[in-house]
């Protein structure tokens, strides 16, 4: 049977049912960031195709777009509880993996006064702890639990960008939607090739040779929560988009496939999924297809679940496993296994632990039921 969720914004009860291969989709997405920043040895060089990691991110944007949009779209929009559900989703555990990752890796290893002083050190947890230190100007870029820059352009699209969006109509013209969609992700993509730079995330001082490269991230965020914006309202209308991606998501998941190929021999970058996420979500709106079905499994689904906990625990277990190993290049195929079942049960842990508990406890407050915008 297909939960349901009751999403509470004032007078009007709206009721939606959930996407559980969106889910499902999250929680691959997240899989594969973790299990790229572990940088296994596998036969045949097979972790190439792990290596989409800095794309999924991306995704994870244009879910959030999409998700944010599915939630609230049709509600009496209230800027002051979809905040505050906003922070009880996200900001407990980002602020628990700071602490832990400053208390026990960036400050007893990295600060020292030539290549990272205390003082700047201090500037960027104050910026981290309020989750502007991605944003160009105000920050540096830098982040100690070096995933969670995008948590920063999250928050960055929470504040200032939905609800701008949600105020706006998307173009109605399946034409206009396709040549924004295309935009968007066209920008996204050249300056992620041309300026990206991940070493403005690392706890060092550095400055990048181009001043693009601090707007890349920002960018990304923008253009792929636009663009799972625009999904959504193909989505809503039911336009030739998202008749043609749900019909074709076979051919769909297939280029994904093909551009994974690419990578492996080295003819493509990553970063072109791009072009294809907001398509993929379409597609995986119908839940009869065999993709959505798949990622529609209870595994998958409750991996989806603690796509969060995975996203931002895997690096403390992976530094956990560093200490006690040595240098990743070196461990057996049987320390890889340990270390994704550690993650994976850490993951379990911490959502149980933290997310939930805390999101529940501010709805509980609001009196508010729990809604799907707690998995966006």
Not at 44 to 70: I, K, M, P, R
Not at 105 to 131: C, G, I, R
Not at 185 to 204: C, M
Not at 234 to 242: K, P, Y
Request: hydrophobic letters at 50%; charged letters at 10%.
């Amino acid at each position: 049977m297909e939960s349901r969720h009751i999403v509470q914004d004032g007078p009007a009860h709206h009721l939606r049912q959930e996407l559980r291969a969106l889910t499902g989709l999250r929680g691959v997405a997240a899989t594969v960031v973790a299990l790229a920043h572990f940088h296994p040895t596998l036969p045949y060089d097979l972790q190439e195709f792990f290596l989409w990691h800095d794309a999924a991110v991306d995704l994870f944007f244009c879910l959030s777009g999409f998700t944010l949009s599915y939630v609230y779209t049709g509600t009496n929009f209230q800027f002051s509880p979809y905040l505050i559900a906003r922070i009880a989703r996200i900001y407990p555990l980002y602020l628990v993996t700071l602490i832990i990752v400053g208390a026990t890796y960036t400050w007893p290893v990295l600060v020292n006064p030539t290549t990272y002083p205390a003082s700047t050190s201090l500037t960027d947890f104050v910026l981290q702890v309020l989750m502007l230190n991605a944003w160009p100007i105000i920050g540096t870029g830098v982040h100690w639990n070096m995933q969670s820059w995008s948590i920063s352009i999250e928050w960055f699209c929470y504040i200032l960008l939905f609800p701008l969006l949600l105020r706006l109509k998307a173009p109605r013209s399946e034409n206009v939607k396709l040549l924004c969609v295309i935009a968007l992700t066209a920008v996204s993509y050249a300056l992620f090739v041309r300026f990206f730079d991940e070493r403005l995330t690392n706890p060092e001082l550095y400055a990048a040779e181009s001043p693009w490269s601090y707007w890349v991230n920002l960018v990304r965020g923008i253009a792929g929560f636009t663009t799972g914006w625009i999904a959504f309202s193909s989505f809503e209308q039911q336009d030739e988009i998202h008749t043609l991606c749900t019909k074709f998501s076979a051919v769909i998941w297939l280029c994904f496939w093909a551009i994974l190929v690419l990578l492996y021999f080295g003819l493509a970058n990553s970063h072109a999924l791009v072009f294809l996420f907001p398509f993929v979500v379409l597609a995986a709106t119908d839940q009869t297809s065999a993709t959505s079905r798949l990622l529609g499994l209870k595994a998958l689904h409750f991996l989806g679940v603690i796509s969060y906990s995975i996203y931002l625990m895997h690096f403390i277990v992976f530094l956990l496993f560093r200490l006690a190993f040595g240098v990743s290049s070196t461990w057996s195929i049987w320390v890889y296994a340990a270390l994704i079942i550690a993650t994976f049960g850490i993951s379990v842990l911490s959502y149980f632990a933290i997310e939930r508990p805390a999101r529940d406890a501010v709805r509980s407050l609001q009196g508010k039921p729990a809604d799907l915008a707690a998995r966006a």
